[in-house]
Every structure is written in structure tokens, then in C-alpha cells.
């Protein structure tokens, strides 16, 4: 049973236009949820977080959705550069006040130039 | 300063043998993380620590999986007897809050 869901496998983007990745839950008990970035032969890096007491947190290019009775959030980067390239994963904690986080299977952004 | 770093990066390992993962977390760091990431999927949580206590280790997946933080730093993955089935990506990451910050990861191949 997969917790934490990104549904699209790939997404292609143009250089200069703005990228969305989503992700979708099912435990209403997640309370915070972080967003990574990995290059090939790297571990994950950290992107982007957001609480579930705000439905949105910017940071640079990268901004972080959260609608919480949709149990959906989306990572959008904008302008995409070449450089964005990479697998992005979404990552959620499993209950209020620890941090053991469900990690989706990623969505492989492919930003063209 | 430096990030999490983990060693070896590669290890192949016949079938049966013992191997050790270690894990150097980020200076000051409480919390502790190991991670398995098979091919094409999200890193899955193996075990959890705050400083030298093993708070969760409900990730683990056989009693052939130990985890150890003496002494609230260094951090080793024991898999003893290893199958093939324990080829992957075993990744530590390090927090002081939310944010984990990951270290590039050993790639264990059991041959």
C-alpha cells in the first residue's frame, strides 16, 4: 500500500517555462512533507519543506502547494533550467511530532534546452 | 561544512558473506536515518536515531539487518548472510529537525 504517490513516472519541459510535479497521500496524519532533488550516483538533496499548517512556502524558484483535503501537493519551479534535471522525490511524515518519512518513487524531470 | 559521508560508496559481496555499511552524520546532528532504494523507487526507511538510542527499527527487513550508534555519532549497517535480494542503495541521512540531509549512498551488489 503506497502512502505517498507520484503518479507521473517522467515529465519534459522546456528551458525558461515552469515545471510541475505532484504527489498525492492517503494518511490525513501527515503533518509535514519535504521535497528532494537527486542526480544519478548522488543521494537525495533537500529542496523544499512544508508544514501542514500552511498551504504553500516558497524558496527562490521552487514553490510548495499543499491542499490538504485533496491530500495533494505540487512542487513548482519556476523559470525550469537544464540544471533542474533529476529525479524529484516528495517525502511525508507519518505522524505528528516524529521524523520517519514515506517517500513517493519520484517523477523524473527532463528539462530541455 | 561537511555533509553526511558514507563508505564504502560500492560494495559487492558474494552471497552468505557479512558486509558493514558506516555512516558519518553531519557534525551535531541528533537524529539518524538509514534508508534501502531499490532500482526506480523512493528510499524505503529502515531503522531511526536519536542520538545513541534506536527509537524505531520497524523498517528492517529480516533479523539479518543490525544497526548501531555507540556513541551518538558513527553509525554502521551490519547485514549478515547477505542475499541477492539485499542488492541496492543503502543511504543515511542525518537531521537536527525535519530536514534530512542525505549522503550519496553505498551500493551494495550481492553476487
Known amino acids: 500500500d503506497q502512502q505517498v504517490k507520484q503518479n507521473s513516472p517522467s515529465l519534459s519541459v522546456q528551458e525558461g517555462r515552469i515545471s510541475i510535479l505532484n504527489c498525492d497521500y492517503t494518511?490525513?496524519?501527515?503533518?509535514?512533507f519535504l521535497w528532494y532533488k537527486k542526480y544519478p550516483a548522488e543521494g537525495p538533496t533537500f529542496l523544499i519543506s512544508?508544514?501542514?499548517?500552511?498551504d504553500k512556502n516558497e524558496d527562490g524558484r521552487f514553490t510548495v502547494f499543499l491542499n490538504k483535503s485533496a491530500k495533494h501537493l505540487s512542487l513548482h519551479i519556476v523559470p525550469s533550467q537544464p540544471g533542474d534535471s533529476a529525479v524529484y522525490f516528495c517525502?511525508?511524515?507519518?505522524?505528528?511530532?516524529?521524523?520517519?518519512?514515506?517517500f513517493g518513487t519520484g517523477t523524473r524531470l527532463k528539462v530541455l534546452a | 561544512g561537511a555533509g553526511v559521508s558514507q563508505s564504502p560508496r560500492y560494495k559487492v559481496a558474494k552471497r552468505g558473506q557479512d558486509v558493514a555499511l558506516r555512516c558519518d552524520p553531519i557534525?551535531?546532528?541528533?537524529?539518524l536515518f538509514w534508508y534501502q532504494q531499490a532500482l526506480g523507487q523512493g528510499p524505503e526507511f529502515l531503522t531511526y536515531?536519536?542520538?545513541?538510542?534506536?527509537?524505531?527499527k520497524s523498517g528492517l527487513p529480516s533479523d539479518r539487518f543490525f544497526a548501531e550508534r555507540p556513541e551518538g555519532s558513527v553509525s554502521t549497517l551490519k547485514i549478515q548472510r547477505t542475499q541477492q535480494e539485499d542488492s541496492a542503495v543503502y543511504l543515511c541521512?542525518?537531521?537536527?529537525?525535519?530536514?534530512?540531509?542525505f549522503g550519496p549512498g553505498t551500493r551494495l551488489t550481492v553476487t
Open positions: 541521512a542525518s537531521s537536527q529537525e525535519h530536514e534530512q540531509y
Open positions: 517525502a511525508a511524515s507519518v505522524s505528528p511530532g516524529t521524523y520517519k518519512y514515506i
Open positions: 536515531f536519536q542520538n545513541e538510542a534506536q527509537l524505531d
Open positions: 494518511n490525513s496524519m501527515f503533518d509535514y
Open positions: 512544508i508544514s501542514s499548517i500552511k
Open positions: 557534525s551535531g546532528h541528533v537524529s
